[in-house]
């Protein structure tokens, strides 16, 4: 994560704070160790910008033209990137990549800066703008920079810096990158934007009329903390989440009268801190990017100068030039000022009863709507409908307090239970009841509608959180009964969010199966071979189809004490799946034998899959018309060679268009491959109302 602090200087509309005297690596107890400075030798360092152990500043040289250094911390290795004449501004360090303006070649006169990048992996500095221009402001991630030009209304552009490929962005001022996206001041309001490049979607984040504006902001990929301002010069601290798109901004402080007025802020994974009066005095706030709590940091030292966030640290030299460091966590003494409420409908407290992974509570940021629900039913619904709990009767026997409001995590980025990432559209919801489940509950949930989640539609699913694993579990995702929900059934109280498990296989880019193979593999029914390939030509066995059909259709682990089938025991890999099919009439084996390991044939598929109809539905959805069975097979060749007990089925799956053959050629004898298999089960789902 990139741990930026952010300030405002002289040539590209920012003010600079005061020089940081001596770098070197912090002890265990937070004193700096390294090269000593003498008291009142400040070497006039400024413009800081921190990401991980690496720290970046610029200084003056012998002759007094500054110029910019980079530090490890953790080696404690220093390193000086420039030695031109050239003036230089705003320097910033994302991973291993720092940027840069520089005015390069260009006249004292002239307006134009060029933008700079220093690898310092290959130790390599390149001039990163193809056209001469008003440039200033770069930032990175790492990945890619971006930065603007200060004519007219602002221009943004984006280099990448693998391809060397430049953009422009469109009107934009300040941009701030980081996790590939972009927030920025709007050119033609005092307002905030956000833009993703991954989808290059672009929505507003704060809209501001009239005479208020945002003064300045932080963004860490996650949140933006920013400070804004109105026509007196009053001023409040603001907090906004951009991955939830129902959240509000959340006041920090109230709207006060214009006093002494400081230029930090700094951002963090889970932190924030920025510095604000109270009192005639300057004081230091700490905020809990999680729950929004706001607490007020121990004094520093008389002639103190801060540096910004490095982990869960607040970096600051003392009068000595030696450099010390505040822990964020825990480590406010009251609750300050700051409301830390929602300016919506939020109450801002906590209500969860769990604890997560972390030993964190879920805390209730936004809408709630709580009831007594009695063996009648009832229907819940949160946040003008972006959530929605539909209980039938017999649920709860008595009456039975239920709520369901929007909450949060103080958890890292959110991974399934094989530790692959997820991507969470919209807010997290809590559901809670004071008793056990008798009967599942529908769950609905509105997703954003935009990219990526509109063309990812039918990759969407709801998951549940586990505490105990700090994991987040798939349980359903219906997303075609409703447009723009996301529906599933779900067994007892918790937590939920619409999440996007992108699963992409190589061998499956041109395949004409993967939609329906990568759509399967979002929601956990398929997996890769050896974790990368698919492998789509790949025979499949009786076991392995009989798996992917339990799991399709959600049917619970069967473990009885004695087995169905002579040749599956409970030590074989596939004896919970075996026997759940088996339980539900979908296999049903020969003379007492399952032949797990065969090659699975067409018409065995077909069969399977008619079965599997019959038990969603309690009974058969298509006719077993003798008659009416010969006539759905007449127009394929080899129709004769359908074995008599697959013959229904086979009808079945035709009239239902499961299956078309191919050159009216039905091959019911022939195996069946991986991504044949797919496609019959997405078609299933489909036929079934579960997709």
């Not at 193809?130 to 280099?159: A, C, F, I, L």
């Not at 997996?527 to 009989?546: C, D, E, H, I, W």
């Not at 969603?616 to 008659?627: H, L, P, W």
């Not at 060749?637 to 086979?650: L, M, N, Q, T, Y």
Request: glycine share 12%.
């Amino acid at each position: 994560m990139h741990f930026r602090r952010r300030m405002k200087f002289p040539q590209i509309g920012r003010l600079l704070l005061a020089a940081v005297c001596a770098l070197g690596s912090v002890s265990a107890g937070g004193t700096i160790t390294g090269t000593a400075v003498a008291a009142g030798a400040d070497p006039g360092r400024t413009d800081y910008s921190v990401s991980g152990e690496r720290v970046i500043w610029m200084e003056p040289d012998s002759a007094g033209v500054k110029q910019v250094h980079a530090l490890d911390r953790n080696s404690g290795a220093s390193l000086t990137l420039t030695t031109n004449s050239s003036a230089k501004d705003a320097p910033a360090v994302g991973g291993l990549v720092v940027v840069w303006a520089d005015k390069g070649n260009e006249q004292d006169s002239s307006l134009n800066w060029d933008i700079y990048s220093f690898d310092l992996e290959k130790g390599t500095r390149t001039k990163l703008n193809k056209q001469p221009g008003q440039y200033g402001n770069p930032t990175t991630d790492g990945v890619g920079v971006v930065w603007y030009e200060r004519s007219n209304y602002g221009s943004m552009m984006y280099h990448d810096l693998a391809s060397g490929v430049e953009a422009d962005l469109g009107e934009g001022r300040f941009p701030e990158l980081a996790d590939g996206k972009v927030v920025y001041k709007n050119a033609r309001d005092g307002g905030l934007s956000l833009l993703d490049l991954s989808s290059g979607v672009t929505r507003p984040l704060i809209s501001l009329g009239g005479a208020n504006y945002v003064d300045w902001f932080v963004f860490n990929g996650s949140h933006v903390l920013l400070k804004q301002k109105n026509g007196s010069s009053q001023s409040k601290f603001v907090l906004l989440s951009i991955n939830d798109l129902t959240a509000e901004p959340v006041d920090l402080t109230e709207m006060k009268a214009a006093g002494a007025q400081y230029a930090f802020m700094s951002i963090g994974d889970g932190e924030a801190v920025f510095q604000d009066e109270s009192g005639g005095a300057s004081v230091l706030k700490q905020v809990n990017l999680s729950t929004y709590q706001v607490t007020t940091l121990p004094a520093l030292p008389a002639g103190s100068k801060l540096i910004g966030i490095s982990g869960n640290k607040l970096l600051y030299s003392t009068s000595d030039n030696s450099i010390e460091a505040i822990a964020l966590e825990g480590t406010g003494t009251d609750p300050g000022t700051g409301t830390g409420t929602n300016s919506g409908t939020g109450t801002g407290t906590n209500s969860g009863t769990g604890s997560s992974a972390g030993g964190s509570a879920p805390v209730v940021t936004g809408a709630k709507d709580s009831q007594t629900i009695g063996a009648a039913g009832g229907t819940l619904t949160a946040a003008d409908g972006w959530a929605r709990l539909e209980i039938s009767a017999g649920t709860f026997p008595d009456n039975t307090a239920v709520s369901l409001a929007q909450a949060e995590l103080e958890s890292q980025k959110p991974v399934d239970q094989d530790g692959r990432k997820l991507q969470k559209a919209g807010s997290i919801w809590q559901v809670q009841a004071g008793a056990p489940f008798q009967l599942p509950a529908l769950l609905a949930i509105r997703y954003p509608k935009e990219e990526p989640w509109t063309s990812s539609r039918e990759k969407l699913g709801i998951y549940q959180y586990d505490s105990t694993a700090g994991v987040w579990t798939y349980i359903g995702g219906v997303t075609a009964a409703e447009e723009d929900y996301v529906r599933a059934k779900i067994t007892a109280s918790g937590l939920y969010a619409v999440m996007l498990r992108d699963v992409e296989f190589p061998d499956m880019a041109n395949h004409w199966a993967r939609q329906e193979v990568e759509v399967l593999a979002a929601r956990g029914i398929v997996n890769g071979m050896n974790g990368v390939s698919y492998a789509p030509k790949g025979t499949l066995t009786r076991a392995q189809f009989t798996k992917l059909l339990a799991a399709a259709l959600q049917l619970k682990l069967l473990r009885p004490d004695a087995p169905t089938f002579r040749d599956v025991s409970s030590a074989n890999w596939s004896y919970g799946w075996v026997e759940a099919a088996a339980s539900a009439g979908i296999v049903t084996g020969d003379a007492g034998l399952f032949r797990g390991d065969d090659p699975l044939t067409r018409e065995q598929m077909m069969t399977m899959l008619m079965r599997a109809i019959t038990a969603s539905y309690g009974s058969a959805k298509v006719t077993s018309d003798a008659k009416k069975v010969e006539t759905e097979l007449a127009a394929f060749k080899d129709s004769g060679s359908i074995s008599s007990w697959a013959r229904e089925s086979v009808a079945g799956a035709v009239e239902l268009k499961l299956v078309q053959g191919s050159n009216q050629m039905l091959h019911p004898a022939q195996s069946s491959t991986r991504a044949e298999a797919a496609v019959l089960i997405y078609k299933l789902l489909a036929q079934l109302k579960l997709l």
